[in-house]
Structures are given as C-alpha cells and as structure tokens.
C-alpha cells in the first residue's frame, strides 16, 4: 500500500489504509461484495439482511453462531471465546467515549435513540442504550431516531469492526497495536514499515458463491476467480501488506517478481506499462506477466470556495455577494480540467460536473458538462462585464500541504488564473508541513479555498452531498460554508429516504444547486490501474472500504 | 578515581544542557509542531467534540505543568504511549533502536574507517594525482543527493532493471545470511554518501599534522611511511577523528537514518522518528529528542575520557 495506517484499533479506522488492515483482522457485520460492480453490500458475520421494520426506525440482526475470537490470553484458558451479540454493542459505544479516541461517531451520532445521552452521561458501559441492545446471545436490535438509510454501509465499515471488550480493557490504548479479532487473519507482526498475517484457522467456513459475489464472466473470466468456487476463505497461510509510500521502491519491488504481488500504479508508470490509454490496454510484455485492472475511482477531487470569505463567497452587502458569485463562476470557468487531467493523471480522469461522482447509482451521464468546461473568454467577460480587475480582484490564497505534486497543482492552477486576468501575484500559496496543520486551517475557516480529496465511505450520494450541507459546516465537512437553506431541507428531505427515483431526483437538484451557486470547481474522478502477479488469483480493490477482497485471494498451484 | 570524579562532575555539569535542549524543543513542538487534534477527530466533529480531543491529547494544559511531566517521564524514562499508534513508547523505541543499530553500524563502521585510509593515502600523496583521484571521488560523493544515491543503488543492486541481486526492501532478518542480504545496499549506499565528507574532513586533520616539525624529524630520520603515518601522524589527529565519530554516535544510536529506512522499508527508529514529527506524535518526540540529549552529554564525557586516553598531556581537571 502507499500509506499506513497509524493504528489498527477500528475505533480509529479512518482511512483506506486502516480499513485495509482492520478488515483483515476483525469481522463487521456487512461486508461488499467481491465481485459487484457498482459495489453490492452483503451479509458478513450476520445472518442474512437486516429485518427493518415498517417506519424504518428499528433493525434486528442476527449474527452468526459459532463465530470465535482469535485465541488470545485475555480470554480464559487464552483459548478466543464466542462472538455475541454484546461484542457489537461494545464495539459501537467505543465510538462515544472520549477516552478511546474513537474517529467513527459521525457514522451514529444523533442516529441511534440514547447513545449521544450514554456518552454525555458518562459512557459507562454497564449501563444500557436505549437504541443499542443485544436483545439475546445472538441478536441486535438498533432503534433509530429517525430513518438512516445509510445504516447498513456503517455496518460495513472498519469502524464498525467487532472487538471483545476484555482484549480492550486489558490492553488499553496497546489494543491498537494488539488486534483480538475474528476476521479472516490474524496478525503476527505489525510495525511502520509492514504488517504480517497468518491465516485464522477457526475463521468459519462458507464456501464462495462466486456468482452471488456479483461474478461477471465477460469482465472478469480472465483473472481466475473460477478457482475458489465452493471453497472457503482465506486460501492464503499468510499475508504481507507493506507500506511503501515511495513509488519507485513500490514499484521496484513489484517488478523484482519476488516481492510484493500486488499494487496501485503510481501514475509516473502509466506511459511505461499501457499500450493504448482509450481504451485502457498493457504493453504486450506487461500483460504477459502481469494482470491488469482500471476503474475509475469512487471518490473526486475538486477545489472548493469558502463562503465565509467575504471577498469571494457571502456578504453583507447584497451587490458584493452578487460580484462574489460572478467571479466564483469565472474562476470556474477558467479552471482548464483537461489540462489538469492530462498533466497530473495521464489523461485517464474521468471529469464530471457538480458533486455526484460516476461511482454512485445517483450520476447523471446526462447533466450539461458546461460547469467543466474551459472557457477562458466567458471567464474575462465575466469579470470585465462585473467590474473586477487587476486591482479590485481580491488575493487568493491557495492553501496546501509541502510537496512537489501540490506546488505544482498549484502553479498550473495560478497558471489558469493568470488566462483569465487574474493576477498572479493575488494567487498566493500557502504551504503546511503536514496534513495535520493543513487541515487544522481548513477545518477553521482559515483558508478562501480549499483544493481536496474526497474518498467515499459508502455508494450513496448522499456522501458527497453532505459536504454542502449547512450544519456540517466549519469545522465540520463543508469547509464550504454552503449555507442554503432550500439545500439544507432537501438534504434533510432526502437523508430519510430509501433508494428510490424521487430520491435520485432530489439529489440531482441539490447537484445542480451547488453547481449554479458556483461553490466548488469539480469535479475529476481519478482512474486508478491495479497490477497483480499472474500467479495471484484476485480482483484487488482500494475503493469504499477496501480490504475484504484479501481473503479471497489465492495463489495459483504449485507457485511460491 | 580521578575518572569517576570527573564523570560525576561531568554528568551533574550536563544537565541545563539537558534542561535546556528539552526546553526548546518542547517548546518548538507544543507553539510549532503538527497538532494532532483533526486527524484525530472524524467527520464533522462539533466543537464540544474539538474540546474533548485536545483535551485527550493534554493539550489544553499549561505549557509548563506539560515540561515538568516531560522531565518526569525523562528521568523514568517512561514516555507512555504514542498518540498515534497508543504503542508503549519504550516498546517502540526498544523494538526499532536495535534494528537501526544492525542497520547503519557496518556502514557507520566502514565509512570511518575508509574515510581515515583513504584520508592517509591521500595526504601522503598531498597535490599527486592520488591525492585529486580521491578528492575528486569525495566531492562526487558530497555533490549528489543522498536520495539520488539511495535510488541509484536500489535499482543497480536490487531490482529487475539492475543487477537484482538483493531484495529491494524489507526487513525480514532471521539468519546471518538475511542480515547481509538486507544491510548491504543500504551500507553501500550510506558508505558512498559518508566517504565524501569523512575523506575530506580526515584528508584536512591529517594534512595540517604533516606540517608539524616532529613528523618533519621523523621523515629525515628515515620512518617508513606506514609508521609514520600510523605512530607519528594519525595518533596525533585522533582528537579531531574521535570528536566527529563519537558525536556522530547519538544521531546514528537515536535518529536512525531516515532515509534509508524510509526507501528501504527498514523499521528502525528514523522511520519512527520521522512518522512523529509528521504527525506530530509528542510522546515518541519527546522520548527522542530527551534521549538524544541525555546521549550527547554521555557523549561529551566518553568523548573526553577517550582524549586523555590517546593524549595524555589532556587534563580531566
């Protein structure tokens, strides 16, 4: 992998690096399926899909018996006990007391009846959430303030990754580097640099359904995956995953063919392992030795506006609010995305107006590109026909962390801005030493815009919409600052609603809001190409929650 | 006796330095350093939530009740755990210390010793085209980029495009055999770096003790070289030689090397270390930086006990 996580406490899970390795380790009670594309959600550890009650308000669950924790010493005898119902409950108020340092209760908070009150009354864990019962050894019931359609992707994630309360209370904080889980592995060695796995014997049987799993044999008869049908993972004795932030160590250690099997494509590789870029096709001696996969990214970047700025976003006074909006859509406007495409993600991004991205059932392959589309003239009548110029355009400061790629983001962007007569010495940089600062700044409302990355956590728009909707405002996820309340009701409108075609339709409206209110330049879903060893039997994935397709892999016979 | 006194006297006489370097680090790291607080928190946190994390991560207390904790865990040397990975810092520290140790001794080792051989030859041979050859040798390792050489090596001597005769990175030492397959790219790469600057900073010592009048002597009386180099010259510079070797311990012992652990995917205490400051781990910095403190001073007083040894005219009065 490219990064690592810093712990692998599930409370802590907050990246694609932590779920990759959480997930290995621990069980939840959802999972997505293998194969399927868009992503599916399947049962895990319970026992078919939830039962949901008429109103949507209350979910019962039943896990699977059986199910045993990794033997390990806090248990008695060391021998791992069962997994019940309890364990879940445990696992979810973790995310309610400060003194785990949970980073998951956005997922719940203000969702499940009682759980804000048990934290605020002291998240003692011996007494009762309302909302949050093991109802008996081997069933849930969650009662829901209000509906939460999104409920069943929480349950799929790391965060809601099952742990024994005995591992955690005996290893206190030391349980993020101690994992007791009843996953697919169980970890041997963990430090910066790697983390290793062996295979969790007592993991349950269930034989793969390769066509329940979303199985396509037109795309995907090529990569071998015919070979685990009826078998039960993980297949694999013991698994690696190094963490190798520097592409050219990551790829030449992929390429030695005795190192690692698997990895994302640093984008400086494409011009030497692709043959064609549209479509997508390997070099002969690439595809020889290697498989190959391309999708387009669930995620997007995109540069937000930050509206309480008021040089650019709202104002007091109503004809600078309106000037405001003009130069947003200008700047817009002048943002040439194919170049961006080009220079930075050889050409493969996938650009897309407004806030949806292709990966969710909610895109519209339909909606004008005109919001992505450069227009350099339109930009400087724009202004002229507004009254901006040299001297009165404001200075933009263009926040980031250090770095060589994010210099020159932004000196192409400064370079954009220059073609529409916004004056380059107003672009001004400002640079973070670390991710942490920069988001310290963002999360404050320190910074005009914001350029940033968006993975999503689950296959629903209502992901990416949330980052325009008002409450979540600074130092929430709308570093925006979007504040419209016709926005906000049909955000709220929607976020009760199950999937449906008024659903969609709402979503496209607020879509449509963001982007004639000129909030954001968006947006560019990267396409990512994934190598693997010919003798690997896999459909490797980073998106979503990436990690559960591990315990499918599987070596070919008689390879090392 | 005389030595016991004066490594008291030594060791008491250490600790502002200490005071001092603790001071200013810690105040670099609370006013200046990464604050953790919003990688800490999950999406759309509230600011109650905000509250909560700082105070988790002890930041909402006085910088000086925060020091005076700081010496404490310094003089326990218990350094409780990281605020990232909420590992025992001293289990890091004792996990990643040794393999930095395995990691950068033979090329530490190498590169010293090289460094003064090739020092001697070039010094003997002062203003010869041996002399140029090795100085030459030096200022091109001095002029690239360690990274540069790093990579270099990696592809030369590890991947498919080279030689591929070593693994390109990892850490996986069980046996004598491992340990060579792991260590020696990165030592030949560290020792290309280390020869530049050592070679021409031993050329330099040597050089001006050449000059002196009693090698002078001892050249018209007829010494052989080697003697002459070994009894009369590099005896006589050892102080300048065990001062940049021995403060170059701390920082090989502490610091790890960064780089090398980084590409190579070695964890040592570098790797440590440099995840801490970017994420802004104050325990695992904290434990560095007072421990590279503490060595320093350990340091000084070997290093002047080493003085007296090889110069008796030096005083530990």
């Given at each position: 992998m490219d990064g690592a996580p810093s712990t692998i406490d599930p409370v802590q899970a907050s990246n694609v690096y932590a779920n990759a390795v959480v997930l290995n380790a621990y069980d939840t009670l959802y999972r997505f399926k293998y194969l399927a594309r868009p992503y599916e959600i399947t049962e895990n550890l319970a026992v078919g899909m939830p039962e949901i009650s008429v109103d949507g308000l209350v979910y019962r669950i039943r896990i699977k018996e059986g199910v045993h924790f990794i033997d390990d010493p806090v248990f008695d005898g060391g021998k791992g006990r069962e997994v019940v119902a309890e364990d879940f409950v445990y696992s979810i108020k973790r995310h309610f007391d400060t003194a785990q340092r949970p980073r998951g209760a956005w997922l719940w908070q203000g969702r499940i009846i009682g759980l804000d009150g048990w934290k605020e009354a002291g998240s003692d864990y011996n007494e009762q959430v309302e909302g949050l019962r093991a109802i008996d050894r081997h069933t849930i019931e969650i009662r829901l303030i209000?509906?939460?359609?999104?409920?069943?992707?929480?349950?799929?994630?790391?965060?809601?990754?099952?742990?024994?309360?005995?591992?955690?209370?005996?290893?206190?904080?030391?349980?993020?580097?101690?994992?007791?889980?009843?996953?697919?592995?169980?970890?041997?060695?963990?430090?910066?640099?790697?983390?290793?796995?062996?295979?969790?014997?007592?993991?349950?049987?269930?034989?793969?359904?390769?066509?329940?799993?979303?199985?396509?044999?037109?795309?995907?008869?090529?990569?071998?995956?015919?070979?685990?049908?009826?078998?039960?993972?993980?297949?694999?004795?013991?698994?690696?995953?190094?963490?190798?932030?520097?592409?050219?160590?990551?790829?030449?250690?992929?390429?030695?063919?005795?190192?690692?099997?698997?990895?994302?494509?640093?984008?400086?590789?494409?011009?030497?392992?692709l043959a064609s870029k549209d479509p997508i096709v390997a070099k002969p001696e690439i595809s020889e030795k290697y498989h190959l996969r391309h999708s387009v990214e669930s995620g997007f970047v995109f540069i937000n506006f930050n509206?309480?700025?008021?040089?650019?976003?709202?104002?007091?006074?109503?004809?600078?609010?309106?000037?405001?909006?003009?130069?947003?859509?200008?700047?817009?406007?002048?943002?040439?995305?194919?170049?961006r495409n080009e220079s930075f993600y050889f050409g493969l991004g996938r650009v897309f107006p407004g806030i949806i991205t292709p990966a969710v059932p909610e895109f519209d392959p339909e909606l004008s590109e005109e919001s992505v589309k450069l227009d350099i003239d339109g930009a400087k009548k724009l202004l002229a026909d507004n009254g901006w110029n040299e001297d009165t355009i404001p200075e933009m400061v263009?926040?980031?962390?250090?770095?060589?790629?994010?210099?020159?983001?932004?000196?192409?962007?400064?370079?954009?801005?220059?073609?529409?007569?916004?004056?380059?010495?107003?672009?001004?940089?400002?640079?973070?030493?670390?991710?942490?600062?920069?988001?310290?700044?963002?999360?404050?409302s320190r910074l005009p815009i914001v350029a940033k990355g968006w993975t999503l956590d689950y296959p629903d728009a209502e992901n990416t919409l949330q980052l325009f909707y008002g409450p979540n405002g600074s130092p929430g996820s709308n570093d925006a600052n979007y504040n419209n309340p016709e926005y906000d009701r049909l955000y709220e409108q929607s976020a009760i609603m199950l999937p449906s075609p008024e659903r969609t339709e709402i979503y496209r409206r607020m879509n449509q809001m963001v982007i004639d209110d000129c909030i954001a330049i968006a947006g560019l879903s990267r396409t990512r190409i994934y190598l693997w060893h010919k003798n690997v039997i896999a459909m490797p994935d980073r998106e979503i929650v990436s990690g559960f397709y591990i315990r499918f892999v599987d070596i070919v016979a008689g390879a090392d | 006796m005389e030595v016991i006194k004066y490594a008291i006297r030594k060791l008491v006489g250490g600790i502002p330095l200490i005071l001092g370097v603790t001071f200013v680090s810690f105040l670099l790291m609370v006013y200046f350093g990464p604050d953790l607080t919003f990688e800490m928190l999950g999406k759309n946190p509230t600011p109650e939530q905000i509250a909560e994390v700082r105070k988790e991560l002890g930041y909402d207390r006085p910088f000086l009740v925060r020091y005076a904790e700081y010496l404490k865990e310094l003089a326990t040397l218990d350094f409780g755990l990281s605020d990232s990975s909420g590992e025992s810092v001293s289990a890091m520290l004792t996990r990643s210390i040794p393999i930095s140790l395995a990691l950068v001794t033979p090329g530490f080792i190498l590169g010293n010793l090289l460094?003064?051989?090739?020092?001697?030859?070039?010094?003997?041979?002062?203003?010869?085209?041996?002399?140029?050859?090795?100085?030459?040798?030096?200022?091109?390792?001095?002029?690239?980029?360690?990274?540069?050489?790093?990579?270099?090596?990696?592809?030369?001597?590890?991947?498919?495009?080279?030689?591929?005769?070593?693994?390109?990175?990892?850490?996986?030492?069980?046996?004598?055999?491992?340990?060579?397959?792991?260590?020696?790219?990165?030592?030949?790469?560290?020792?290309?770096?280390?020869?530049?600057y050592n070679t021409r900073f031993y050329r330099a010592v040597i050089v001006e003790e050449m000059t002196r009048d009693h090698v002078r002597t001892a050249r018209a009386f007829g010494i052989r070289p080697g003697k002459l180099l070994y009894k009369h010259i590099l005896k006589n510079a050892a102080i300048p030689i065990i001062t940049r070797i021995m403060f170059s311990i701390p920082l090989v012992i502490v610091s790890g090397s960064l780089l090398i652990e980084s590409y190579f995917g070695i964890p040592g205490v570098g790797k440590v270390t440099f995840d801490a400051i970017t994420t802004g781990d104050q325990p695992v910095l904290k434990a560095v930086v007072g421990l590279t403190a503490v060595l320093f001073v350990i340091t000084l007083l070997v290093t002047d006990i080493l003085y007296r040894a090889v110069d008796p005219r030096v005083s530990l009065k």
């Open positions: 209000k509906p939460y359609p999104q409920l069943i992707y929480t349950l799929a994630q790391g965060y809601a990754s099952i742990v024994p309360r005995e591992a955690v209370e005996t290893y206190g904080r030391e349980f993020g580097s101690r994992p007791v889980g009843s996953g697919p592995f169980r970890v041997t060695s963990y430090d910066s640099a790697r983390i290793v796995y062996e295979k969790n014997t007592k993991f349950r049987q269930e034989p793969v359904d390769i066509w329940a799993e979303g199985y396509d044999p037109v795309t995907q008869a090529h990569i071998g995956v015919e070979a685990i049908q009826g078998r039960s993972p993980p297949f694999i004795e013991r698994l690696e995953i190094h963490f190798i932030a520097e592409n050219a160590a990551r790829w030449n250690s992929f390429t030695k063919d005795n190192e690692i099997q698997y990895l994302t494509v640093p984008n400086e590789q494409y011009d030497n392992i509206m309480n700025f008021p040089e650019f976003g709202y104002n007091d006074d109503p004809e600078r609010a309106r000037r405001n909006k003009v130069l947003r859509c200008a700047v817009i406007k002048g943002f040439d995305w194919a170049r263009y926040g980031t962390t250090a770095g060589v790629n994010q210099r020159m983001f932004y000196e192409q962007f400064r370079g954009f801005m220059k073609k529409i007569g916004y004056p380059p010495d107003k672009v001004v940089l400002k640079q973070y030493a670390t991710f942490g600062d920069f988001i310290k700044d963002t999360s404050n | 460094g003064v051989l090739l020092a001697l030859v070039a010094a003997y041979h002062r203003s010869g085209w041996i002399d140029k050859a090795i100085m030459g040798f030096s200022v091109v390792g001095m002029s690239i980029s360690f990274l540069i050489v790093i990579i270099a090596f990696q592809i030369l001597l590890s991947s498919s495009y080279g030689l591929n005769l070593f693994p390109v990175r990892g850490w996986n030492v069980h046996s004598l055999y491992d340990y060579v397959m792991y260590v020696t790219v990165p030592t030949l790469a560290s020792v290309f770096v280390a020869l530049g």
